[in-house]
């Protein structure tokens, strides 16, 4: 791993959610890499177990834990299978999503619920199953949001604003709980290269990337290694922070 601090994370216990896939398995490796013992949390049972293997092959600590992160009952159960299986929680990346691309007069009431149930209500579900251990041991949590929180884009009205909300929520937890020594940041990545793109043709992998400042889609590992920095103590003095990983997606105005 180039240029990062290999022990940044020794002896925390992390939990990644949709870490099968992506940005999350992208943010587990990482975080394994830097010492941590890795929870994968996901739905997914076959891409979770192989990710997590593929971490304890390479000499580091992870396992896998089926989630569905829209149900509280998987969040208790969650936290059981931490506890045994590395101890109490210091850090929670809530990442995992599911987005459908809907117009809003399109959006059927139990699609808008659904949306919010799995983009938005688990930020909410992690912190309230975890905030003892997260008190405990001064922990923090990295929220998975999106450009999508500060710009909109035609189609994605619920996850628009379960991205939005992702960031207010932080902010809010942030000042809720600074003074037990817990912090709350958030991510909005820009247009990075996971499975999600898959629909998308090369003519839209291309305008895509022509729309960020450095002309290319991101990598999973550089959304990966913003949230290692989040979570470790380099980032010890930052909290309720929208950290923008966009490659200039968000402050490129002029057209190529
Ligand atoms: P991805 O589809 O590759 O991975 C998402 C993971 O979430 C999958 O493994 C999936 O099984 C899991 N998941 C879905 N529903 C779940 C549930 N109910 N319970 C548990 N796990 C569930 O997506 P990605 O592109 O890696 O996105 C990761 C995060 O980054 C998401 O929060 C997404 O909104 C955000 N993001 C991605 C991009 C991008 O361009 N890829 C841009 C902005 C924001």
Not at 63 to 69: A, I, K, T
Not at 134 to 163: D, E
Not at 168 to 197: H, K
Request: net charge negative; charged share 25%.
């Amino acid at each position: 791993m180039k240029g990062s601090a290999v022990s940044r994370l020794a002896d925390r216990v992390v939990v990644v959610t949709g870490a099968a896939s992506g940005i999350g398995a992208a943010t587990a490796r990482r975080l394994a890499a830097e010492g941590a013992s890795v929870v994968i949390a996901d739905i997914a049972e076959t891409g979770g177990e192989e990710v997590a293997a593929k971490i304890r092959a390479a000499g580091h600590r992870a396992e896998f834990v089926r989630c569905d992160v829209s149900r509280e009952e998987s969040w208790e159960h969650l936290r059981d299978r931490v506890n045994d299986l590395f101890g109490p929680l210091d850090a929670l990346c809530s990442n995992a999503s599911r987005q459908a691309t809907i117009p809003a007069h399109e959006l059927t009431r139990p699609q808008w619920d659904e949306g919010l149930a799995i983009n938005l209500t688990p930020l909410f579900l992690g912190v309230r199953t975890f905030i003892d251990d997260l008190r405990a041991r001064a922990g923090n949590v990295v929220a998975i949001s999106s450009v999508h929180a500060q710009f909109g884009l035609p189609g994605y009205p619920v996850y628009a604003a379960a991205k939005g909300g992702l960031t207010a929520l932080v902010r809010q937890l942030a000042v809720e709980y600074g003074a037990a020594r817990v912090r709350f940041n958030a991510i909005l990545p820009g247009p990075v290269l996971t499975p999600v793109w898959d629909d998308v043709d090369e003519e839209g992998r291309r305008l895509s990337a022509r729309a960020t400042a450095l002309n290319r889609l991101g990598a999973p590992e550089e959304v990966a290694a913003a949230v290692a920095f989040l979570a470790s103590d380099d980032a010890s003095f930052i909290t309720g922070a929208n950290l923008v990983v966009d490659g200039g997606w968000s402050v490129r105005k002029e057209s190529r």
